[in-house]
């Protein structure tokens, strides 16, 4: 199940049905099954406090993914992120907010699923995957 909370001011996402459809059918494409997935869409100021806790980063991000599975091939975890940076990469980069939104949103999931994004190879390996993703959101 995918659930949504959202824990910033003045944001709300637009359709979560239709998102909650594009991320498991994207699960099921990789062969994975869809287990606990909880977003939780916040402030700058509320993921810096997760980044510095728990991943010991003392930087603005704009997604932390944290796996909860158990199990390889059914994907759980909580995926924070800031609507904040989101807005600013949108600016920057001349994108619709919504866009970036769902960049981010995937590769949330393309993280629990397995991909990493470290080195050049996994940066162009996940870019290919999340716009792949994108093109199949309807």
């Known amino acids: 199940?995918?659930?949504?909370?959202?824990?910033?001011?003045?944001?709300?996402?637009?359709?979560?049905?239709?998102?909650?459809?594009?991320?498991?059918?994207?699960?099921?494409?990789?062969?994975k099954t869809t287990g606990d997935i909880n977003y939780?869409?916040?402030?700058?100021?509320?993921?810096?406090?997760?980044?510095?806790?728990?991943?010991?980063?003392?930087?603005?991000t704009d997604i932390i993914t944290f796996s909860n599975s158990n199990h390889p091939s059914i994907i759980s975890g909580d995926i924070y992120i800031s609507i904040e940076r989101v807005t600013d990469n949108a600016l920057s980069l001349s994108l619709p907010f919504e866009k970036e939104l769902s960049r981010v949103i995937i590769h949330g999931v393309l993280h629990l699923i397995g991909y990493a994004d470290h080195t050049p190879?996994?940066?162009?390996?996940?870019?290919?995957?999340?716009d792949y993703y994108l093109h199949l959101q309807a």
Do not use: A
């Not at 402030?43 to 728990?54: C, M, R, T």
């Open 1 to 31: 199940m995918i659930n949504f909370s959202v824990q910033t001011e003045g944001f709300r996402l637009s359709n979560p049905k239709k998102i909650k459809e594009w991320l498991n059918t994207s699960i099921q494409s990789e062969g």
């Open 121 to 130: 190879d996994e940066k162009q390996q996940m870019r290919s995957k999340e």
């Open 40 to 60: 939780i869409f916040c402030d700058d100021v509320y993921l810096s406090e997760i980044n510095i806790k728990y991943l010991k980063h003392d930087t603005l």
